[in-house]
């Protein structure tokens, strides 16, 4: 494989990394405020909690496939890729379901949303397609 697309594809893997950090630090970051204002039913609904614990182990999912993926894994690369376009669908479909999670956790999946999208986009390149091996 040559240099450049070597460099290319490493450069894409440490900021799909980065991303599925960043996306599992703020998941953590809204359980952790769930717990802190747990005795607040308008910020700490039922729903929140449960929406949060189960986008944590997403997160948490994401994480080790993007490490995995890096490494060359062809399935984790393919998981990756999925989660990162499915979860932002029914993110969409979730927030668009009248009072079922407060405003902030709307708005916190439109951001995650946005994050992910930009995860699917930089597994589809083609360095990055190069780079995977069956594992």
Known sequence: MPLVRHQQMTRRFSIVRALTWVYALATLATVAVLWRERDN??????HAWGHAV????????????????????????????????VIPVVSLVIVAIPEFLPVWIRVEQG???????VIAVLTRADPI???????
Do not use: F, P, W
Not at 66 to 74: I, V
Not at 111 to 117: D, H, K, R
């Open 111 to 117: 951001v995650y949303g946005a994050l992910l999208l």
């Open 41 to 46: 039913r308008g910020i700490a609904t039922d």
């Open 54 to 85: 189960v986008v944590l182990v997403l997160a948490v999912v994401m994480v080790a496939g993007a490490r995995r993926a890096s490494h060359g894994s062809r399935r984790a690369l393919r998981r990756l890729r999925i989660i990162s376009v």
């Open 129 to 135: 397609s190069l780079r995977s091996r069956d594992a």
